[in-house]
């Protein structure tokens, strides 16, 4: 198991220990049928939010921890986002501010979470959402989101580049 653009093996390792609980869940399964950002699945998306923000708040010295776990649960949501969107009635909140608050209540029937784990998965969309995440973690998690949707985007074609120039 692999974070993308990473050679590590996590299996095993300190991140592992902090999410190996949740992280083998049978209800964290279907998300590695479901296509996320064009190139991968939700599940792997999941992952990789998870250990980069577990990376970069361990060497803060924030919650990193807080931070792996919620990672891995801040998109734990099972509908297609594109069926939702064009299903939306008028008034209805959209895909962004919706889907945080659907994966935040599945995310607390497998465990439990700490105030932390909530602020991050209710506001890892901001700005596109509001309030303002309350924690450092909150935000990392945020940043992180963003910065690994567009790893996911773009590895794919940037590989097929680097493949073409051998």
Known sequence: MKAVCSRRELTGSSYYICVR??????RLEP?????????????????NVSYYSFIIC???????????RAGLLHDLFYYDRREYS???????PGH??????????????????????KDMILKHMW?????????????????????CAVLEFCAPKVMSIVNRLK
């Open 21 to 26: 609980d949740i992280i083998t869940d049978p």
């Open 31 to 47: 998300l590695k049928d479901i296509t996320h950002h064009i190139s991968t699945t939700r599940f792997q998306h999941c992952l």
């Open 58 to 68: 361990r060497r803060l010295r924030l919650d990193a921890r807080s931070a792996a």
């Open 86 to 92: 064009s299903s939306r009635k008028k008034g209805q």
């Open 96 to 117: 962004s501010a919706m889907h945080s608050m659907i994966a935040l209540r599945n995310a607390g029937s497998i465990t439990e979470l700490n105030v932390r784990e």
């Open 127 to 147: 700005p596109l959402t509001r309030p303002l995440p309350r924690y450092m973690e909150s935000y990392v998690i945020t940043i992180v989101d963003k910065y």
